[in-house]
């Protein structure tokens, strides 16, 4: 990571119209904007906020864009003109297949592209399952790595995220009920939030979720939307199940490599026993 010693990573909890491609990009466009003009680095958009998450295959294969397609390069530009990074999801199409994809774009362009690996009901039945890996990138505001919604049900993701050397994870998403028994805590956290709290800590990365809320027409979702930071520390969230709000937080971009040494000989990381277990990414192991 090269670069300022803090961030401001802001998270868009917005919801978008199913198969309002055009009008739900030009939202996303507003809030951009405005997280920009509020001194963010990095904003973080909803998985498949550009389409509108849905399950409706025919309509979202009319809308589906390619990755250099309408939502990428609007993003970018705006991305260009603040010198700033986007995250977010859309419908793209390769070929026939359609995938459920979320990039990361910088003043320099597309920096990571990459297609959810792990389908979550339904979704199975629209969408081709991701093939792109789990990629990083160095920026100006550290390493980013970035996987989507039930990706972080299965560990090993921001466990390789980490691995590999990201810092800051971010999470688009579109949490939603059903799949746990109780939507939301005391404190407001629904269970995917508290996820990601937990793998925060256990990974010393930073992990932003932004997630769509409240109804839109279809699918009921669970809003919870958060910035967590390598101690475990929510910064930012969660926040409420149904309200559309753009939140912001300062971060340290270096308490990622703070936070793999808690004091003493209490070294998380290099506490990992290569020698019983190792994780392997791409081809490498780690």
């Known amino acids: 990571m090269t670069g300022a010693t803090s961030a401001t990573v802001a998270i868009a909890q917005i919801t978008g119209r199913p198969l309002a491609s055009t009008a739900n990009r030009a939202r996303t466009l507003e809030v951009i904007a405005q997280a920009f003009g509020n001194g963010a680095n990095l904003i973080v958009l909803p998985e498949m906020i550009v389409p509108g998450y849905c399950l409706d295959a025919a309509g979202l294969a009319d809308i589906a864009e390619p990755i250099d397609g309408p939502s990428v390069v609007a993003w970018t530009e705006l991305a260009a003109q603040h010198n700033g990074y986007v995250a977010g999801g859309f419908c793209e199409r390769n070929r026939e297949a359609l995938y459920n994809t979320a990039v990361l774009v910088g003043p320099n362009g597309l920096l990571l592209h990459y297609r959810k690996l792990h389908l979550f009901d339904r979704e199975k039945e629209i969408f081709q399952p991701g093939d792109r890996g789990l990629p990083i990138v160095e920026t100006t505001i550290g390493t980013i790595g970035i996987c989507v919604c039930y990706d972080l049900r299965f560990v090993e993701v921001v466990r390789a995220l980490a691995l590999r050397g990201a810092e800051i994870i971010a999470v688009p998403t579109a949490w939603v009920t059903g799949f746990d028994k109780r939507s ?36 009921e979702f669970l809003g919870s939307s958060l910035i967590v930071d390598p101690y475990g520390k929510p910064v930012a969230g969660p926040l409420g199940g149904d309200e559309e709000v753009l939140a912001r937080a300062e971060i340290d971009t270096d308490a990622a490599a703070k936070a793999r040494e808690r004091g003493g000989l209490i070294s998380p990381r290099a506490d990992r026993r290569t020698d019983v277990y190792q994780l392997s990414i791409g081809g490498e192991l780690y």
């Open 184 to 219: 939301w805590d005391t404190d407001g956290y629904c269970p995917q939030a508290r996820g990601a709290v937990v793998q925060a800590n256990l990974n010393q990365v930073t992990i932003a979720c932004a997630s769509q809320a409240g109804s839109n027409g279809d699918i």
